[in-house]
């Protein structure tokens, strides 16, 4: 909804706002307005509008806006359409119980209706702190022009409550107030909320206020097309993303597609700038989109691709101090070593927390390299000599450097020897790392040093 909201206000010259809708004090999470907001500008999602940055029609958290609400609810009532209901939850409970027993219209029966405190304390189920709901005409207008979809029509409504016990109003009626006085005029928000909006078209004719256009969004899919729950889906919580090292220019550009077909035909590499130019509502597919992290994944590489080596470097020591993947009492010259290693791995990197796994042997003390038992399978019966021959070109290679100390490798052991380089630099490769597959074994040596591929090798050649 963010992104979508931000490229149509970036389009139109409009303000993107951000509203924290806080009235439903039971399900409030403490936090979450700041993981929100670091979440947006994380993903270079800011809005112009919020309750950090302020503007024009704050305050911007519904909690610190009672005052806006109460005198339309008691104008609504004054007018006839709205009503008091002293039902206790549990008269509510039952109503509903028994009607969807003898499938029935679970709707509210209006038992209050029309009804004095006095009276209604008369009969069961009452409760001494009423709630304040909608009256719904026979004629509620149920149908719409929806940006997205077209005319849309919805089921008929309840009567919603608008104004809860604790003085608080429901969304209903929170955003119907605040879209007016803020000066809202495009909402975007998720298909759910379609069958809610003849209840808003309800309150904006009653207060005679003009419609703000409506473009309801498809709600996103599981792969195995069950819809995305919070709870159970760690994709559904936009940190997660930042935490599993995804980029933000690749996770704006996959949500991007995931509604909106490309500008330029199957092109899906689209910058968030070109998606802005090209934006129009009649494109959004209304089909809930597949969530498949593969194409995330896929473009992720991408975008890891493209960053200069200093970028990437910096990106990568952010993220491993920000995670944790340091542990406990890191050197601090080892935020250089991932500096200078971000160009090696760059081509097979696909996130940010694939890195550590791949360069942590770097920062082992070089008698303490743990040897993986497929790399030590890998040693074949000539390991020491090879290691022998290897270990003089190191000593003798001069400018240490990866160019430099793969010729001499090559020249000594694959011309000289006769060794197949697969097999030649095997046994220099588990003495540097430990592994089977590791980071291109040249420029290995240089980020470590002469000295400590040295003294790799002869921790190697002690084992052997």
């Known amino acids: ?107 509210y029966d209006r038992l209050c209706l029309g009804m004095t405190e006095q009276e209604r304390a008369k009969l069961p189920g009452f409760s001494p702190t009423p709630v304040v709901r909608m009256l719904i005409p026979d004629d509620a207008p149920l149908s719409f022009q929806d940006l997205v979809r077209g005319e849309v029509r919805a089921p008929f409504p309840d009567d919603q409550v608008i104004l809860k016990a604790d003085g608080f109003p429901t969304y209903h009626l929170a955003v119907v107030v605040d879209d007016h006085l803020m000066g809202i005029n495009t909402v975007v928000r998720g298909e759910e909320w379609i069958s809610s909006t003849p209840k808003h078209l309800l309150l904006y004719r009653w207060l005679g206020w003009e419609l703000p256009a409506f473009a309801h969004m498809p709600l996103l899919r599981n792969t195995d097309h069950s819809k995305i729950s919070k709870r159970k889906n760690p994709a559904a919580r936009l940190m997660w993303f930042k935490e599993q090292g995804y980029l933000p220019e690749a996770l704006r550009n996959f949500l991007q597609l995931l509604a909106y077909p490309p500008v330029a035909g199957d092109q899906e590499v689209e910058s968030f700038q070109d998606f802005v130019d090209g934006f129009e509502w009649s494109r959004v597919n209304t089909v809930g989109p597949v969530f498949d992290t593969k194409k995330l994944d896929w473009l992720n590489g991408y975008y890891v691709r493209q960053l200069s080596d200093e970028q990437l470097g910096e990106r990568l020591v952010e993220f491993i101090t920000a995670s944790g993947q340091w542990g406990e009492n890191p050197s601090p010259s080892w935020a250089q070593l991932i500096r200078r290693s971000a160009a090696m791995i760059k081509p097979r990197l696909v996130k940010l927390s694939d890195a550590w796994a791949q360069l942590d042997f770097l920062t082992v003390p070089d008698d303490a390299v743990a040897l993986e038992d497929v790399a030590r399978a890998q040693l074949r019966d000539n390991a020491a000599e090879l290691l022998a021959a290897s270990r003089q070109v190191i000593a003798e290679t001069q400018p240490f450097d990866a160019r430099h100390i793969e010729a001499g490798l090559r020249t000594r052991l694959v011309d000289e020897m006769g060794i197949k380089p697969r097999v030649a630099f095997t046994p220099l490769r588990v003495a540097t790392s430990g592994r089977k597959v590791s980071p291109p074994l040249f420029e290995t040596c240089e980020i470590l040093g002469r000295a400590s591929v040295l003294a790799r090798i002869d921790a190697l050649a002690k084992q052997l």
């Open 1 to 107: 909804m963010a992104l979508f909201d931000k490229a149509w206000a970036a389009k139109t010259g409009g303000s993107f706002v951000l509203r924290v809708e806080d009235t439903d004090r039971n399900r409030l999470v403490e936090g979450s307005e700041q993981q929100i907001s670091e979440t947006l500008e994380w993903l270079g999602l800011g809005p112009d509008e919020s309750p950090e940055l302020g503007g024009p029609y704050g305050p911007y958290r519904q909690s610190e806006r009672l005052d806006a609400y109460r005198p339309v609810v008691e104008q609504l009532i004054a007018d006839g359409h709205a009503y008091r209901c002293w039902c206790s939850p549990e008269r509510l409970a039952a109503m509903r119980a028994e009607k969807a027993e003898h499938k029935q219209d679970t709707r």
